[in-house]
């Protein structure tokens, strides 16, 4: 069947589904099953960059318009997009990329999409089967170079098992704990002529379906909770990603404990709720660390127990009997020992042990808990017109009304925006955790937007890693995306020169941008995209609300905030949590 035809054929195809078996086929070259394939997993969007040996592939898509695909200016920029869309949607992102450099450019969003288990099918081109192994023209052995940072891996030799590779790679990326699973398609492969079954369900290598019956353990969990008089309820990603918000907040709520989120975990729990601590860990509230230590059952759910949350592990949490609801079993007991562990789904458990407990007492608990907030809130000085790093948020979160898609890069603006802006609602929060990946937030941002069309995306970057990835400006031009990039622009690798002043004796060693950072508006221009410089907070206010207002194209602001602001409370290197430092006067 030509290309041309793919289109139709899958048209027909849903509208005959129950009348076609399993055995029913498609004679289609390597490229057309590729995106037959794609278009009956319901894919939306594809992220991708074209290259000599995938030529064949974006001929097919040509074609077939009905496949939304992004051309960005970047391979990396291309896996990030992927991530994330797939954080905002909670689907499977997609991501598309030519071989050699093409495909080792996808690297370090597979790494970051890895690190914070996000589900990405990765596409590359590979030279001809022939010639695997002979240093070919533009040859990378990506499945070696990415075996370490993804689930699962493909070299598909034949396009008869393409078909079947595609849906076992979308089950393996989304099942248990999800992650990247990348296929490498040689061009010959892509052009020779093959079978693709639509019906056929293919015998998944793995399940990734938890056996063990954890009912005995939720029980003992729930007898353990039943004691508490100073519980604390940890969530982590996993709450996020198993889709558990809902279950997190009933268990809550019925239990009466205080909630503290990890990085990744924010927006799983409502930060404008009484219960709330906000974030834990090496930049938390002073509430939430301090409870950490002083509680006595401690309720860990879809968490890792990561080194930024736990500060000098052997001191963590050492009051408290300890509950690990995890759907990998290789998290349970990996940093940190617990007495319960529970491996499963959070979704399926939380109900169960939500059943299971009954109302606890912890008036006297949030006695000390309401004592630490107030003695120990969050806090900064704003006055006159420079701009204070934390009360840009602030204006951001209070000018969204709380309801945007906030996507970060790593950094000092990260931190900050996690404390600052208020998350009440799930997959509203997106950055690079485990990896702390530079130049991830802008297209990451452009694939949030792509996946939730109608929702304000802000990318809050710092003027260091906006530049790793600001050739994306061109992308989203082109597509009309409607991101805000918000610039925290203090002319410095900001988090760098932090630890630079407290650890290094303020020697800035090449971490101060301003005599090379570009100007900001005329590159925004440059691209087609509205540029806005803000340096009073009258000027950030006023750029803000005309930036929501845009709809068919990025918004860049280049806010001037204060220069020498620095990120507290703070757990310096090897210390415990308790041990962090305060805000100083």
């Not at 290598?205 to 008089?229: H, V």
């Not at 938390?284 to 301090?290: E, L, Q, R, Y």
């Not at 803000?534 to 845009?550: D, G, R, S, Y």
Request: overall charge negative; hydrophobic content about 40%; some cysteine.
């Amino acid at each position: 069947m030509s290309s041309d035809k793919v289109s139709t054929q899958n048209n027909t195809l849903k509208s005959d589904k129950n009348a076609l078996g399993e055995d029913y086929c498609l004679e289609l070259n390597g490229g057309e099953i590729l995106i037959q394939a794609l278009l009956d997993q319901n894919v939306e969007a594809v992220f991708g960059y074209p290259g000599g040996v995938v030529l064949g592939v974006y001929d097919v898509l040509f074609k077939n318009p009905q496949l939304r695909h992004i051309l960005v200016r970047h391979e990396q920029g291309g896996t990030h997009a992927a991530d994330g869309y797939a954080r905002a949607t909670g689907k499977v992102g997609v991501a598309l990329a030519t071989s050699g450099p093409g495909a080792t450019n996808t690297v370090t969003g597979i790494a970051t999409a890895f690190m914070d288990s996000i589900p990405l099918v990765v596409f590359t081109g590979q030279v001809p089967s022939s010639m695997i192994g002979n240093d070919a023209f533009q040859e990378a052995d990506i499945i070696g170079i990415t075996r370490p940072i993804t689930k699962h891996s493909y070299l598909v030799k034949h396009p008869d098992e393409l078909g079947d590779v595609i849906k076992e790679a979308f089950h393996i990326a989304a099942a248990g704990r999800p992650g990247p699973v990348l296929i490498d398609l040689p061009k010959d492969m892509l052009f020779s002529k093959g079978r693709y079954y639509p019906n056929r369900t293919p015998r998944f290598r793995g399940s990734y379906r938890i056996k063990q019956d954890a009912s005995k353990a939720i029980s003992s969990a729930a007898a353990l909770l039943a004691q508490a008089q100073r519980p604390l309820i940890y969530a982590g990603g996993g709450v996020v990603s198993g889709n558990a918000w809902e279950e997190l907040r009933e268990l809550a709520y019925k239990t009466g404990a205080p909630v503290t989120t990890t990085l990744m975990g924010l927006g799983a729990f409502p930060e404008s709720h009484s219960q709330s601590l906000g974030m834990l860990g090496m930049h938390g509230t002073w509430a939430a660390n301090m409870a950490i230590q002083e509680c006595d059952v401690l309720v860990a759910i879809g968490a890792r127990f990561d080194d930024r949350v736990t500060g000098r592990v052997a001191d963590f949490s050492p009051k408290s009997k300890k509950i690990h609801i995890d759907i990998d079993p290789a998290c349970i007991n990996k940093n940190v020992h617990v007495e319960v562990p529970i491996i499963g789904d959070v979704k399926t458990i939380l109900p169960e042990l939500t059943r299971l407990v009954p109302e606890l007492e912890t008036r006297e608990w949030y006695r000390e808990i309401e004592h630490w907030k107030a003695t120990h809130p969050l806090r900064y000085q704003q006055s006159g017109d420079d701009i204070a790093p934390q009360y840009m948020i602030q204006k951001i979160s209070e000018l969204t009304k709380g309801e945007a898609i906030v996507v970060t890069d790593v950094g000092q603006h990260q931190m900050w925006a996690a404390q600052y802006y208020q998350y009440n609602h799930t997959r509203s929060w997106i950055t690079s955790g485990g990896l702390g990946t530079m130049g991830f937030g802008f297209p990451a941002a452009m694939g949030a937007a792509v996946g939730c069309p109608g929702r304000p995306v802000v990318a809050i970057v710092g003027d260091g890693g906006f530049q790793m990835t600001s050739m994306e400006l061109a992308t989203a031009v082109d597509q009309k995306i409607p991101v805000i990039i918000a610039i925290m622009n203090n002319g410095y690798l900001g988090m760098v020169r932090q630890w630079q002043e407290l650890f290094y004796g303020k020697r800035y060693s090449s971490s101060d941008l301003d005599a090379s950072n570009p100007d900001f508006v005329k590159l925004a221009e440059a691209y087609g995209a509205i540029g806005m410089r803000a340096k009073t907070p009258e000027e950030m206010h006023n750029a803000i609300q005309q930036a929501l207002q845009v709809n068919d194209r990025p918004v860049v602001i280049d806010i001037w905030v204060r220069k020498e602001e620095n990120v507290y409370p703070m757990v310096p290197p090897g210390a415990a949590v308790h041990e962090m430092v305060d805000t100083p006067d």
